[in-house]
C-alpha cells in the first residue's frame, strides 16, 4: 500500500512541475512569505498562521484527554484531519463550508502542496484504530510535519514521502493509537528535525479515563536536547530556525 502511494505521489509531484499544479505564482509567493505562527489549541489540535492563509489541524470533541480543553472554534481557510476519531478529527457546524482533508494524497490548494501519508493508527498494522494521516506542507518557508496520532514506526518510504522537517509535531504521550515516548524519541531521531513540538500527552484537561501520559517523560528521555516550555504560541520563520541541532517547543495551553 505504501509503495503505491510513493509512485502516486511522484507522478503528482511530476505533474506539479510540469506547471499543471492548480496554484498560480503569485499564490505560491503569497504562501512562503513571512513568519509562521503557531498555536497550540490542545492535544494534538493546532492551528498555523503564515503567508495569508491559516490552518487548523485535528479539531476534537471535549471528552476522555481533551475534556478539559475548549472544542476549537477558530476560524480556518483550510481543515486537515489526522483521523474521524472524537479526539483529533471532530467538526463543529461552525466548518460546514470550510474545505476538509482527512485522506491521504498530494494537494495543491491556495499557493500551498499538501501531502498526506498513511500511518496505522495502532500496533496492529491499523487492525483496530484504522489509519492515520501525518500532514506535511511548506507555510510561509517553513516545513511542518505533524504526525497526528501515529502509533506505526517511521518506514523508509515514509521518509521519502515525508521528506526533512523543519518543525515535527510529534505524539509522545502513549495509550493504544499513539506513540509511547520511546517510540516518539526514534520517529524524532528518524527524521531529524529542527524544532520538535511535543502532542497528544497528559495534562489538566485529562479526566481520570484518560491513558496517556506527560510529556515530561518524553523530556528526559531527549536529554541533550534544549528545551523551551512557554504558552501555547510560538513564532517562526525560516531565518529563525535554528543553524544546527534542534529544540524541543513544548507549548503549553491557554487554560
Known sequence: MKRRQLLQYASATFASTLGLGLASSYQSYQ?????????????????????????????????????????????????????????????????????VIDEPGDYAINGLSIRGISMAHDRLGGRRFGDNVAWAWTQAGVKV???????????????ILIGKPDVLLVPVGGGPKAYTPEEAVEAVRSLNPKIVIPTHYRTAAASKTCDIVGVSDFIKLMAGTPVTQGDNFLSVSAGSLPSSGMKIEVLSYAF
Open 31 to 99: 504562501a512562503q512569505s513571512g513568519a509562521l505562527s503557531i498555536t497550540a489549541l490542545g492535544h494534538t489540535a493546532f492551528v498555523f498562521s503564515g503567508g495569508g492563509q491559516s490552518i487548523l489541524v485535528n479539531p476534537f470533541k471535549s471528552a476522555g484527554c481533551t475534556e478539559g480543553y475548549a472544542q476549537p472554534t477558530v476560524a480556518a481557510d483550510l481543515v486537515l484531519l489526522s483521523s474521524r476519531l472524537f479526539d483529533e478529527g471532530f467538526l463543529t457546524s461552525q466548518y460546514a463550508n470550510t474545505e
Open 145 to 159: 510535519v505533524h504526525l497526528g496520532g501515529a502509533a506505526a514506526p517511521i518506514t523508509v518510504e515514509d521518509k
